[in-house]
């Protein structure tokens, strides 16, 4: 397992493709679930959840937990938020809601693609959706809203 980074290291890369990089790798849900970045155009995402036997929800069928499902919606939503950023900084999860339309189909892995489709100073707002061979059949759609943090340093250096 990862070690927590300091909050420098969250900074770390002269881009934002470096940046919402080594966001993924610290988010300790994400890295635990095995979630992959796999193309960025801002801000349009996408990524991946390879299927495990340790993240089956019900063992009789199979299929992923929805809680995998869940965390892989939201954490790419806030990576395409971020990946529109031209100073990329922290944000949070105010809102998410989740329609699911059918279970994973066992032994699949699941992709997901996010797309920021509004940034004001403050909140942003994503739709996702999650599947194994295309968006034309869902698993589940997402829409989201993050909090961006705007706190400004202080001499001291802290936000």
């Known amino acids: 397992m990862t070690d927590s980074p300091e ?3 969250y900074q770390i890369g002269d881009n934002t493709l470096e940046r919402v990089l080594t966001m993924t790798k610290y988010t300790p ?7 992959e970045l796999t193309r960025i ?5 996408w990524g991946k959840v390879a299927y495990r036997r340790d993240l089956v929800g019900d063992p009789d069928t199979g299929v992923i937990a929805g809680g995998v499902i869940t965390t892989l919606l939201d954490q790419i939503c806030g990576v395409a938020v971020v990946s529109g950023m031209q100073h990329p900084t922290p944000v949070a999860t105010i809102d998410l809601r989740i329609d699911y339309m059918r279970p994973a189909i066992p032994g699949r892995d699941v992709i997901a693609e996010a797309q920021c489709y ?3 100073k403050s909140v942003a ?3 996702a ?3 194994e061979d295309g968006p034309d059949n869902p698993i589940a759609h997402a829409t989201a809203a993050f909090m ?3 706190a400004r340093p202080t001499k001291g250096g802290k936000a």
């Open 118 to 120: 509004k940034r004001g």
């Open 125 to 127: 707002f994503v739709r």
């Open 129 to 131: 959706v999650a599947y």
């Open 41 to 45: 155009e801002p801000p349009k995402v």
């Open 7 to 9: 909050a420098s290291e």
């Open 29 to 35: 849900q994400a890295h635990a679930l095995g979630i």
């Open 148 to 150: 961006i943090n705007t």
